[in-house]
Structure formats: structure tokens, C-alpha cells
């Protein structure tokens, strides 16, 4: 039979985990994690890990098994990804993947595109300009040097914008001028299926959730990892918000609620890079199991 990876994606809340647990079960398989904010031993409950339970039903992959303090790439992820995919293909004839961080999902799907080695003090420099001047700063020299990039990435996030500027300051061309859009070949078939509903669906699990992780802990959590809040993994949602509060900044129910906003935004452009591609199957989140089943089995 021909190998299959099942990469299950969508909106942040809408279910993925839930869906991944009953697929593995149903084919008797384990579940690769492509959610980059769930890679962190310090992060729990601000990322939504799985609960024990939920761990313990089905053998996960890349759930905490890494620091905040360490350095790994998509390049990283995209490499120990794939070795995993081909062990657990010499047992199951099916793997599952699971996560809505786009890129991470793309790298093992489609592969990474190639970008040319620059000069590491360039991000060095670039690092220490966002501490120093903030995030704005640099989003106004992407949009100056590379306006397609500027527009297609996620600008809010800091690690994206530094990466894309030091490509265009080390290389001298535009960031975008090396998205080639060349997959790469896998000795396996991909079949990405869709979790989704109407935007007000989504906003309310999206509030709810957000609700449910300040009663679970999360300010108790953040509060301890104030002290690294320097570190690229904590320049999150969830997080930075929360250390505006310790800091006198905002009150507390005010950076809540751009908790709520943030992820909704998060969403939203979750949505916009997932709709771009046509090989999707999407189901609406109440979809029976038993037909998205069907669906698969017949992928084979």
C-alpha cells in the first residue's frame, strides 16, 4: 500500500487535537505535532497542549521536547519531522500530523524553499534592533525592501521579519525572490484535510478557550517566564501581553482581552495562508468522524 501522512489543519481552537486523537486511534497510529508553540517544556498551558489524557491515549511526536533557550528552525523541524514520518511508516502504513503553523506544516509537506547563507551578525544586529526599537522599525525597512514580502508574512511576528531582512540585506535581493513554490518529493502521499466554521464560530471558541487557559493557570504561568521574556518563544500571543500587565503597563482584564483579539487575528491569518491551498479537503468542525473517514480510506 502506498504510505500516507494525514496533516490535519486550521484555525487555532476549532478542534484539531480532538480530530487527531480519534484518526490515530481509528488507523492505530501516532500523531506528529507541527504547532511550533507547543515545542516548548516551559509552555503549557498559553499553547494549548494536549492534556496527560490526551497524551496518553495516542503516542505524540514533538509535544515540549525542546527549551525556550534552544535554537531550532523550521529547517530543524522540517528534517527530524521527516525521519519520524519514514519510522513510523515501517509499522503503520498511515501517519497523522497535526498543527496550524503554516510554514512548519508546509516544510514537511511541501519543503522549504532555499535561501542563501548570510552573514549570522546580521541577525545579531537585527535582534538587538528589535529590543532597542521595537517591532515597527523593522516591519517599515521589510515594506521598504521587499513590499511583496511585507505583505505576505506574518509582520507581527518578529522571528518571520528578521529572517526575511536578513535575507534581503545579506543577499542584496528581495526575501520573495527565492519562493520558487518547488516542492520537494516525499516517499510518501499527503492528504490535508480542513477543520473550519463561520468566523463568529471561530472568534467564540477562540474567546472561550482564552477564558479557560486564565482559569487553568496561564497567569501564573507567564509570571514565570517574565524573566526570559527576551527569548524569540515568548514573543508570542498568550505571553507578551500578559508581560505588559506584570509590568505595569496594562491592567490585567485589558491584556486579556488582546489576548482575545490577537488570537483572532492569529486565526484569521491561519485561514488566509490555508485557503491558498487547493489540496485541502475542508469539513466544518461538526463534521461526523465517521465521514471524514470514509473520506480518507478512500484517499488510499
Given at each position: 500500500?502506498?504510505?500516507?501522512l494525514i496533516s490535519i489543519v486550521g484555525p487555532t481552537?476549532?478542534?484539531?487535537?480532538?480530530?487527531?486523537?480519534?484518526?490515530?486511534?481509528?488507523?492505530?497510529?501516532?500523531?506528529?505535532?507541527?504547532?511550533?508553540?507547543?515545542?516548548?517544556?516551559?509552555?503549557?498551558?498559553?499553547?494549548?497542549?494536549?492534556?496527560?489524557?490526551?497524551?496518553?491515549?495516542?503516542?505524540?511526536?514533538?509535544?515540549?521536547?525542546?527549551?525556550?533557550?534552544?535554537?531550532?528552525?523550521?529547517?530543524?523541524?522540517?528534517?527530524?519531522?521527516?525521519?519520524?514520518?519514514?519510522?513510523?511508516?515501517?509499522?503503520?502504513?498511515?501517519?497523522?500530523?497535526?498543527?496550524?503553523?503554516?510554514?512548519?506544516?508546509?516544510?514537511?509537506?511541501?519543503?522549504?524553499?532555499?535561501?542563501?547563507?548570510?552573514?549570522?551578525?546580521?541577525?545579531?544586529?537585527?535582534?538587538?534592533?528589535?529590543?532597542?526599537?521595537?517591532?515597527?522599525?523593522?516591519?517599515?525597512?521589510?515594506?521598504?525592501?521587499?513590499?511583496?514580502?511585507?505583505?505576505?508574512?506574518?509582520?507581527?511576528?518578529?522571528?518571520?521579519?528578521?529572517?526575511?531582512?536578513?535575507?534581503?540585506?545579506?543577499?542584496?535581493?528581495?526575501?520573495?525572490?527565492?519562493?520558487?513554490?518547488?516542492?520537494?518529493?516525499?516517499p510518501f502521499k499527503v492528504v490535508t484535510i480542513g477543520l473550519?466554521?463561520?468566523?463568529?464560530?471561530?472568534?467564540?471558541?477562540?474567546?472561550?478557550?482564552?477564558?479557560?487557559?486564565?482559569?487553568?493557570?496561564?497567569?501564573?504561568?507567564?509570571?514565570?517566564?517574565?524573566?526570559?521574556?527576551?527569548?524569540?518563544?515568548?514573543?508570542?500571543?498568550?505571553?507578551?501581553?500578559?508581560?505588559?500587565?506584570?509590568?505595569?503597563?496594562?491592567?490585567?482584564?485589558?491584556?486579556?482581552?488582546?489576548?482575545?483579539?490577537?488570537?483572532?487575528?492569529?486565526?484569521?491569518?491561519?485561514?488566509?495562508?490555508?485557503?491558498?491551498?487547493?489540496?485541502?479537503?475542508?469539513?466544518?468542525?461538526?463534521?461526523?468522524?465517521?465521514?471524514?473517514?470514509?473520506?480518507?480510506?478512500?484517499?488510499?
Amino acid at each position: 500500500m502506498t504510505k500516507i501522512l494525514i496533516s490535519i489543519v486550521g484555525p487555532t481552537a476549532i478542534g484539531k487535537t480532538a480530530l487527531s486523537i480519534k484518526l490515530a486511534q481509528h488507523f492505530n497510529t501516532e500523531i506528529i505535532s507541527a504547532d511550533s508553540r507547543q515545542f516548548f517544556k516551559e509552555m503549557t498551558v498559553g499553547t494549548a497542549v494536549p492534556s496527560t489524557e490526551e497524551l496518553n491515549t495516542t503516542k505524540h511526536h514533538f509535544i515540549q521536547h525542546i527549551s525556550i533557550k534552544d535554537n531550532y528552525s523550521v529547517g530543524d523541524f522540517e528534517r527530524d519531522a521527516i525521519s519520524k514520518i519514514e519510522s513510523i511508516h515501517k509499522n503503520n502504513d498511515i501517519a497523522i500530523m497535526v498543527g496550524g503553523s503554516g510554514l512548519y506544516v508546509k516544510a514537511v509537506t511541501k519543503g522549504l524553499d532555499h535561501f542563501p547563507d548570510v552573514d549570522k551578525h546580521i541577525r545579531t544586529e537585527l535582534n538587538k534592533r528589535l529590543i532597542n526599537e521595537g517591532i515597527e522599525t523593522l516591519q517599515k525597512q521589510l515594506k521598504s525592501l521587499d513590499f511583496k514580502a511585507y505583505q505576505s508574512i506574518a509582520i507581527d511576528n518578529p522571528q518571520r521579519i528578521i529572517r526575511a531582512l536578513e535575507v534581503c540585506i545579506g543577499s542584496g535581493q528581495p526575501y520573495s525572490s527565492f519562493l520558487t513554490k518547488t516542492e520537494k518529493t516525499r516517499p510518501f502521499k499527503v492528504v490535508t484535510i480542513g477543520l473550519s466554521a463561520v468566523r463568529s464560530i471561530i472568534y467564540d471558541r477562540i474567546n472561550q478557550r482564552v477564558d479557560i487557559m486564565v482559569n487553568e493557570g496561564l497567569i501564573e504561568e507567564a509570571k514565570e517566564l517574565l524573566p526570559n521574556k527576551h527569548l524569540n518563544a515568548l514573543n508570542t500571543v498568550g505571553y507578551k501581553e500578559l508581560f505588559n500587565y506584570f509590568e505595569g503597563e496594562w491592567t490585567l482584564d485589558f491584556a486579556i482581552s488582546e489576548i482575545k483579539k490577537n488570537t483572532r487575528r492569529f486565526a484569521k491569518r491561519q485561514l488566509t495562508w490555508f485557503k491558498k491551498d487547493e489540496t485541502i479537503q475542508w469539513f466544518d468542525y461538526t463534521t461526523d468522524i465517521n465521514n471524514i473517514i470514509n473520506y480518507l480510506e478512500k484517499q488510499s
